[in-house]
Structure formats: structure tokens, C-alpha cells
């Protein structure tokens, strides 16, 4: 059980650690975005970048206490790059969003951090959406959850050895949500940009 949690436990910290700093980034870097000579649209993805050091080691952690269990690496392993990639983009994207908005509406990084308290509960992470004899219907909207797409696809990578590929619908789901995500994020960061400097 600790294995198979820990497979899900991992891209949510990136994804925890990512959005709350994108949130928060150009609230952070404010003498920066005063700058006119400064491309803002670069701090949310430091905030993302950065949290991928992290992630990084709990990627070589989680590696190294599969192999302690006889768990070892396979041609399955390369699908933490795809995986992790997908993330980094939907991190991105609402990060553009959120940061805009939080130097409008300060509360926002509030918001943020409440609606991730309750996600860590509401993506399948530490129990198993398939085990409990949900209706049909809840279980469907448990899984338009995007991180439900990753969690589930770090465990087809390390636990149930099973490719992206073998899900078609949640993949093309998980990449419109995205799309539009990224759509959302920076036209909200572009007409608001505008208004940073005054504000802070």
C-alpha cells in the first residue's frame, strides 16, 4: 500500500508546491514586474521549473524504494517524462491565471490553497477510486478531475506497468482541459498585465 500511495503522493507535492508558488509569483517578484524591460511572463515558470528540482528527488526516492521491494525499473519508466511534462504544462497554465489574478484579488492565493486542501482528497491518491463501489456517474466526475490523470498515470508507470495510450478518452480529455486552461491563463495575464504595476 505504501508503494502504490506513494505513486500518487508524488505528483501532487510538484503540483501542490507549483501552483501555490505560480500563484503567488508575482506578488513575490513585485520589483521585478515593475521593471518595463522585464518579461513578467517568465516568473510563473520559474515557480514551475523550480518545483521540478524537487520533484526530481521524490521521483529518485520513490525508484529507489521500489527497487528495496523488488520493484524494478522497466520500459514503462520512460512514461514519468510524459507524465511529468503533462503536468508542468497544466501547472503552467492555470499558474498564469491565478498569479494575474492574485495581484488583483489578493484573496485569491487563499482560494488557491483551500481548493488544494480539498483536491488532495478529491483526486483518488490515498484510496483507490475503483476499489469502494462508487455509483457510475460519481466515479465520472471524480475522473474530469485532471489530476486524476496524472496520479492514476504515475501508477500505470510505476505499480501497474500499463501506457498512456491504453487510456484514449481520459488522454484526450486531460489535453482539451489543458488547452483551454492555457487559453484561460494567458489571456487573463494578458489583459491584466496592464494593471500590475499600479497595483503593486
Given at each position: 500500500?505504501?508503494?502504490?500511495m506513494?505513486?500518487g503522493?508524488?505528483?501532487?507535492f510538484?503540483?501542490?508546491?507549483?501552483?501555490q508558488?505560480?500563484?503567488?509569483?508575482?506578488i513575490?517578484?513585485?520589483?521585478?514586474?515593475?521593471?518595463?524591460?522585464?518579461?513578467?511572463?517568465?516568473?510563473?515558470?520559474?515557480?514551475?521549473?523550480?518545483?521540478?528540482?524537487?520533484?526530481?528527488?521524490?521521483?529518485?526516492?520513490?525508484?529507489?524504494?521500489y527497487?528495496?521491494?523488488?520493484?524494478?525499473p522497466?520500459?514503462?519508466t520512460l512514461?514519468?517524462?510524459?507524465?511529468?511534462?503533462?503536468?508542468?504544462?497544466?501547472?503552467?497554465?492555470?499558474?498564469?491565471?491565478?498569479s494575474?489574478?492574485?495581484?488583483?484579488f489578493?484573496?485569491m492565493e487563499?482560494?488557491?490553497?483551500?481548493?488544494l486542501?480539498?483536491?488532495v482528497?478529491?483526486?483518488?491518491i490515498?484510496?483507490?477510486?475503483?476499489?469502494i463501489?462508487?455509483?457510475?456517474?460519481?466515479?465520472?466526475?471524480?475522473?474530469?478531475?485532471?489530476?486524476?490523470?496524472i496520479?492514476?498515470g504515475?501508477?500505470?508507470?510505476?505499480?501497474?506497468?500499463?501506457?498512456?495510450w491504453e487510456?484514449p478518452?481520459?488522454?484526450?480529455?486531460f489535453?482539451i482541459?489543458?488547452?483551454?486552461?492555457y487559453?484561460?491563463?494567458?489571456?487573463?495575464?494578458?489583459?491584466?498585465?496592464?494593471h500590475?504595476?499600479?497595483?503593486?
Open positions: 500500500f505504501i508503494l502504490w506513494l505513486a503522493l508524488v505528483p501532487w510538484y503540483f501542490n508546491d507549483a501552483l508558488g505560480g500563484t503567488k509569483s508575482l513575490e517578484y513585485s520589483y521585478l514586474v515593475k521593471k518595463v524591460v522585464f518579461k513578467i511572463e517568465i516568473l510563473p515558470i520559474v515557480k514551475a521549473v523550480s518545483a521540478l528540482y524537487v520533484h526530481l528527488f521524490f521521483v529518485i526516492l520513490t525508484y529507489l524504494l527497487c528495496v521491494y523488488g520493484r524494478f522497466g520500459l514503462f512514461q514519468i517524462f510524459y507524465y511529468s511534462f503533462c503536468m508542468f504544462l497544466m501547472v503552467l497554465s492555470l499558474s498564469y491565471a491565478t494575474a489574478i492574485t495581484v488583483l489578493r484573496d487563499q482560494l488557491v490553497a483551500i481548493v486542501q480539498i483536491g482528497w478529491a483526486t483518488p490515498m484510496w483507490d477510486l475503483n476499489a463501489g462508487l455509483p457510475k456517474w460519481l466515479v465520472i466526475l471524480f475522473k474530469m478531475n485532471p489530476m486524476y490523470y496520479v492514476y504515475y501508477r500505470d508507470t510505476f505499480v501497474y506497468h500499463r501506457g498512456f487510456h478518452l481520459l488522454t484526450a480529455y489535453w482541459f489543458t488547452a483551454l486552461a487559453l484561460w491563463g494567458t489571456k487573463t495575464f494578458r489583459r491584466s498585465r496592464g500590475f504595476a499600479d497595483v503593486l
